[in-house]
């Protein structure tokens, strides 16, 4: 079956580095995608990648790892606003996107 | 660019009454939009795939009948919550993927729509 894996929460400090960790399996694959999603929000566009390795935008950066079915989500320099739920989505196949359930950041003074 | 609205923000009504929510790309044409239901402290749940022209694809276990999609044009998808009951009630978002975006196929989302049912 196809399936999405991150943490369910995570905390932080503010000016710190955190790291959401993602791991996915999926009937083929076409990317995989990084949302924020505020709380009572809809979920709002962060990255994406389809190839392995890197892909930095300002404070946070997105690595993949397609052999190891793996990605993470790098926030530096963490602020309060960074609080919020990180939702990790693969895309199938079929160009379907399947969601992980998030994973709430708290980032504390 | 790639801004998708949808309407209205909340809505409250009676149980077994029917509301309609739009959803708009105003910048870009989409022939592919999605509707998503959110439960409190749940992830995102594709309900249907919605392409233009066509019948929407719904997801297993999602009414067609109770909850009517229409993609009339390339920037405008209509959900309609036939005879809502509170176990409707629910967070609606829908997003809009943007074939501008190549490769990267990404789905911009509406800012939700609040639907409780009383």
């Known amino acids: 079956g196809q399936n999405i894996d991150q943490p369910t929460e995570m905390t932080a400090t503010e000016g710190a580095i955190v790291q959401i960790n993602c791991t996915y399996q999926?009937?083929?694959?076409?990317?995989l995608f990084w949302y924020q999603q505020h709380a009572g929000e809809a979920p709002t566009f962060l990255s994406y990648?389809?190839l392995d390795g890197l892909e930095e935008k300002g404070r946070f950066s997105s690595f993949l790892s397609r052999s190891k079915g793996y990605s993470y989500l790098l926030l530096k320099e963490l602020q309060m606003k960074d609080s919020a739920s990180y939702l990790c989505?693969?895309?199938?196949?079929?160009?379907?996107?399947?969601w992980g359930a998030g994973t709430k950041l708290i980032i504390k003074p | 660019g790639a801004v998708v609205s949808q309407h209205p923000s909340w809505v409250i009504c009676k149980s077994g009454t029917s509301v309609k929510i739009e959803c708009r790309s105003l910048?870009?044409?989409?022939?592919?939009m999605f509707w998503y239901r959110q439960f409190p402290k749940q992830s995102l749940m594709l309900m249907a795939t919605?392409?233009?022209?066509?019948?929407?694809?719904?997801e297993q276990g999602v009414e067609k009948d109770k909850f009517l999609i229409n993609h009339a044009s390339l920037t405008l998808s209509t959900l309609t919550v036939t005879s809502a009951h509170p176990e409707d009630s629910s967070f609606y978002i829908c997003?809009?993927?943007?074939?501008?975006?190549?490769?990267?196929?990404?789905?911009?989302f509406g800012p939700g729509t609040r639907l409780t049912v009383l």
């Open positions: 997003s809009a993927r943007d074939p501008s975006g190549g490769e990267t196929d990404t789905q911009y």
């Open positions: 910048d870009f044409q989409a022939t592919t």
């Open positions: 919605s392409n233009e022209g066509s019948k929407a694809t719904y």
């Open positions: 999926t009937s083929g694959f076409n990317g």
């Open positions: 990648n389809v």
């Open positions: 989505a693969a895309m199938d196949s079929n160009y379907q996107l399947i």
